[in-house]
């Protein structure tokens, strides 16, 4: 059974950083592309960030400078260092895999930019 466990969400004050990770379990996923997509109140989930099995990397353009996507094969996880946070990136932050037709998704991690 696929599972993605979503951590190290929370509050932040503008100009911080945090980083996320996503474990996944269930089979091995280095040869398949993963991303971070969001949620935030009221709006459509968006894509943030995704990365290739060979590290490939892909950014919104509301975050490229600011966010890096990466992968541990060998632990079959996935990163999201955010720095220069802003108010505009408060959102549920999930995880995904495409595997074939199946999108798997984890349960997300809250991420507040506040002062």
């Known amino acids: 059974q696929v599972q993605l466990v979503e951590s190290g969400g929370g509050l932040v004050q503008p100009g911080g950083s945090l980083r996320l990770s996503c474990a996944a379990s269930?089979?091995?996923?280095?040869?398949?592309?993963m991303g971070w997509y969001r949620q935030a109140p009221g709006k459509q989930r968006e894509l943030v960030a995704t990365i290739t099995s060979g590290g490939t990397t892909n950014y919104a353009d509301s975050v490229k400078g600011r966010f890096t996507i990466s992968r541990d094969n060998a632990k079959d996880t996935v990163y999201l260092q955010m720095v220069s946070l802003k108010p505009e990136d408060t959102a549920i932050y999930y995880c995904?895999?495409?595997?074939?037709?199946?999108?798997?998704w984890g349960q997300g991690t809250q991420v507040t930019v506040s002062s």
């Open positions: 269930g089979r091995r996923f280095s040869g398949f592309s």
């Open positions: 995904n895999v495409a595997l074939g037709i199946i999108d798997y």
